[in-house]
């Protein structure tokens, strides 16, 4: 198994919708953050919306990752330009087999 490192930045009204897809196309070990758009200020006052954004890092196994690029464009609109981003790191070194299981997805009792 070739193990990924995802990151998926969305506006926070999206935050739900983007965990759902990821759980949805097998991505494991959640995590969501705050996090800030980057545009200044006055820029926001000018054109409206929100600065608030999500971060969301999981691991998936990168078999899986075509099709959810692809899930996350239908339904989010990631790729699209200002809309959001996802991309992935590659997992080379793990500190022991029963890490990497448990970052696969794997239960408690499987890892023993």
Not at 25 to 36: E, F, Q, T
Not at 90 to 103: D, H, M, N
Request: hydrophobic residues 45%; aromatic residues 4%; charged residues 20%.
């Amino acid at each position: 198994m070739k193990l990924e490192l995802l990151f998926v930045i969305v506006d926070k009204s999206k935050t739900r919708k983007a965990t759902e897809t990821l759980l949805e196309s097998g991505a494991n070990a959640l995590n969501v953050m705050p996090g800030a758009g980057t545009a200044p200020t006055a820029m926001g006052d000018v054109f409206g919306g929100d600065s608030a954004k999500s971060v969301i890092t999981a691991t998936i196994d990168a078999r899986y990752m075509p099709s959810l690029r692809l899930k996350l464009h239908e339904k989010l609109g990631i790729g699209t330009k200002s809309v959001g981003v996802a991309f992935t790191v590659p997992v080379c070194t793990v500190a022991g087999k029963a890490t990497l299981r448990i970052l696969a997805g794997e239960s408690a009792e499987e890892v023993k």
